[in-house]
């Protein structure tokens, strides 16, 4: 029902009616009669002369060509009742451009991020400040200061005691740059997501995924303090050890950067596929009938794996980075004088925190390096056959071949290269001991192998809501 706010702009539309035709009786001006015969004041009123009179008028009305203003807004109002009260029925193009712009700039922090892995410039910034924190020292003063607190971390004590203020800076730079790119991200969503919601630019669903997702954001930037505070305490990690960032946080903040950046992909492929879909309702039916077919069952959901296998093994490198599980048996396929280690080796006793041993299996596959490597040589073996086996069963198929679409057999090819690219990086990354460039190039090979799995799905997949808007239009009747 609408409210008397939303009334006021349908008021304003029926003023100039209001104005002509509210005391215009349209059944005279057809030459009705209605008037009831009228007698002098006090004599008796035949009121089954007066029933029959009021019972033509109304008849008379009902049947007026010509509404009345109250027909007029009472019609108005019905219409509005029925429409959505305030989000559209699509969403605009811009906001499709938006998001794939903002998955952009997440693919870039992610790259970089990895880049402040790799230099090891992560706990060079040893607070959390997200307003001050925006603006570098400024002076020799302020640089000492953050100086003198990166110096009482265990990371200084332990691996940098000789470092220079001028080297110091560098690494700080890298730090900095990450996070403010971050805050970026950050108010280059939000703002703009208001802004599209306020000007009525999205539907009701997609205001929703945009909410979902500006959270997942600011949730990632408490993921990044709370992986980086795990690396400035001695408690936190082994006596004597390596300082480095739990292994556990930094997979967590991978892996919500990964789902935003994806989340960001597809919706913004999502806005224009419906758009395109929409323009020509016809063709889109009979698209999604191929889609829908039975032949297609099996693809789309091989389809969904790999995407799922492509998370995970991309999830497992979070922990060989964490662990800098790259560093060791720098061969392949071998891992020593075997395809693996010794089995002492990958279920170590040292690992197990209980008496029993009952954690001994998930802390190694977790925590020790040597499996931790091997899982995700398994992992990634696993996801590169899966691959080609998907890629073979459309060419030798016969029935893929007929009724699978162009758009799919494309992005399928588009799937198996970036997968062939990624495995020559990682094998590259593990045999020259994980240099610089060629590894943050496997980082960066493995989100565009996950958006080129992504882009396959959203050709493969049926939208549920694109598709019910596409019955609609071939079902609404057309105006004369």
Known sequence: MPSIFQSLPLLRQAAPRLSKQFFTCHTSRQGIQTSIPYRSFGSKVQW???????????????????????????????????????????????????????????????????????????????EWRPVTGSLPPMNNADWNSEFTRYRSSPEFKLLNPNMSLDEFKYIYYMEWTHRLWGRVVGLSFVLPAIYFVARRKVSAPMALKIGGIAGLIGFQGFLGWWMVKSGLKDDLFA?????????????????????????????????LRERKILADPAAAQKVFAVLRSPEMKFFRRSVAGLALLVFCTAMSGGLVAGLDAGMIYNEFPYMGNGLTPPKAELFSDFYSHKEDRSDILWRNMLENPSLVQLDHRILATTTFTSIIALMAYTRLSPTMKRVLPVGCRKGMHGVVGFACLQVALGITTLLYLVPLPIASA????????LSWVFVLGGRTWVPARASKLVAQRLTRPRAV
């Not at 305030?86 to 700039?105: H, I, N, Q, R």
């Open 48 to 126: 089954s002369t007066v029933r029959s009179h009021v019972r033509h008028i109304t008849t008379s009305i009902s049947g007026a060509q010509s509404a009345s203003p109250l027909a007029f807004l009472g019609k108005r109002f019905s219409e509005k009742a029925n429409k959505s009260s305030y989000f559209p029925e699509t969403t605009d193009k811009v906001v499709a451009y938006w998001l794939l712009g903002s998955a952009a700039s997440v693919f870039g922090i992610v790259v970089f991020g990895g880049l402040t892995r790799l230099t090891e410039s992560g706990l060079s910034i040893t």
């Open 239 to 271: 006596p004597g050890s390596h300082p480095r960032v739990s292994q556990y946080r930094l997979t967590a903040h991978l892996g919500a950067a990964f789902l935003c950046y994806t989340a960001m992909l597809w919706n913004g492929l999502s806005v």
């Open 442 to 449: 496997h980082q960066a090979g493995s989100l565009a192998l």
